[in-house]
């Protein structure tokens, strides 16, 4: 099992950027696909991006190009570089193992003037 925390979430204006971190514990980090997750108020958990063990990558269209997800896995540690963030935008943001269906808390995201 991995345990997940993400940290890094606030509030930010439109067209500002922001990095989401999510340090992994408890399990063989590098090995698995990761993923960031979100969901806004009143609507279902949408994928936002993957990467693979070895870097391949998947993005929403609603993120793509603006959002670059990256990890360390020297650090045990996945990221998601937020750009051009917009109002729609505002969720609470997961990072998660797809593969053993392990989540993190959470971290608040909120987009707003």
């Known amino acids: 099992q991995v345990q997940l925390v993400e940290s890094g979430g606030g509030l930010v204006q439109p067209g500002e950027s922001l990095r989401l971190s999510c340090a992994a514990s408890g399990s063989i980090f590098s090995i698995y696909t990761m993923a960031w997750y979100r969901q806004a108020p009143g609507k279902q958990r949408e994928l936002v991006a993957t990467?693979?063990?070895?870097?391949?990558?998947y993005y929403a269209d609603s993120v793509k190009g603006r959002f670059i997800i990256s990890r360390d896995n020297a650090k045990n540690t996945l990221y998601l570089q937020m750009n051009s963030l917009k109002p729609e935008d505002t969720a609470v943001y997961y990072c998660?193992?797809?593969?053993?269906?392990?989540w993190g808390q959470g971290t608040q995201i909120t987009v707003s003037s």
């Open positions: 990467i693979t063990s070895g870097g391949r990558t």
């Open positions: 998660a193992n797809p593969i053993l269906w392990d």
